[in-house]
Nanobody, 118 residues
Framework: VQLQASGGGLVQAGGSLRLSCTAS?????VAWFRQAPGKEREFVGAVAWTGVITRIGDSVKDRFAISRDDAKNMVYLQMNSLKPEDTALYYC???????????????WGQGTLVTVSS
């Protein structure tokens, strides 16, 4: 499975961005993680096949939403009410179950940078 994240950019605080993750093959679970400079990688959210089951990290709950379009092999991360502390490199990853630990995902895409200005 090959993954590619895209959609990052510079946005003002309070703005929105939608990240996309393209998968080359079938993926059961796709997750988003982020890593800010000098910090550990943090779980953002994950979605299961068909999109019925999702999980969002506590730090972004009520602002971020994750969805998928399996016909297009795409997973999206909709980020609203962005804050400067959301600035990070965002990665998508794939695995067999929804986990919050990054080492449990065997497949990773390259990151896409999100910068939120104050």
């Amino acid at each position: 499975v090959q993954l590619q994240a895209s959609g990052g950019g510079l946005v003002q605080a309070g703005g929105s961005l939608r990240l996309s993750c393209t998968a080359s093959g079938r993926t059961f679970i796709v997750a988003w993680f982020r890593q800010a400079p000098g910090k550990e990688r943090e779980f953002v959210g994950a979605v299961a096949w068909t999109g019925v089951i999702t999980r969002i990290g506590d730090s972004v709950k009520d602002r971020f939403a994750i969805s998928r379009d399996d016909a297009k092999n795409m997973v999206y991360l909709q980020m609203n009410s962005l804050k400067p502390e959301d600035t990070a490199l965002y990665y998508c990853a794939a695995g067999g179950s929804i986990e919050t630990e990054d080492f449990k995902y065997p497949f990773w895409g390259q990151g896409t940078l999100v910068t939120v200005s104050s």
